[in-house]
């Protein structure tokens, strides 16, 4: 069996996007950052959004330096907020993380949370 090589960030968001229409996800994205995003209880997430735009070019910065990396990389749903889906872009650090993580070396991931949590936004101040 062949490995696919992981993707550009355009072909990836958009077999992303396909994931998340199959998981009965919104298609619109909204890119924050991994730690933007707080689990507060079981039951509530609290995203912090740093500025108007979706995130899209901090997304495909960080998809692209973990690409380069050649450890793989992981898009994640994280909630929704209205008709928009809140997620992520990661990739780890070595390949003991990418094992315990189950991130394809040189791969992509794609995940959605479950069970599917509405999102409070909060915007983020500096």
Known sequence: ?????????????RRFG????RE???GAIRWVRGNDAER???TEIVVYLQGD?????DAAAL????????LGVHLSAVCTWGDVTCATVSSP????EAAELLV???GLKLSVAVPRLAGTVRWAFC
Do not use: H, K, N, Q
């Not at 069996?1 to 968001?13: D, G, H, L, Q, V």
């Not at 735009?53 to 070019?57: E, I, L, Q, S, Y």
């Not at 650090?93 to 003991?96: E, F, G, H, S």
């Open 1 to 13: 069996m062949t490995r696919e090589a992981c993707p550009e960030f355009p072909e990836a968001t």
């Open 18 to 21: 396909e994931l998340l229409r």
């Open 24 to 26: 009965g996800w919104p």
């Open 40 to 42: 507060v209880s079981a």
């Open 53 to 57: 735009d979706d995130g899209a070019a």
């Open 63 to 70: 998809f692209d330096r973990g690409r380069s990396a050649g």
């Open 93 to 96: 650090a070595d390949a003991r």
């Open 104 to 106: 394809p070396e040189d």
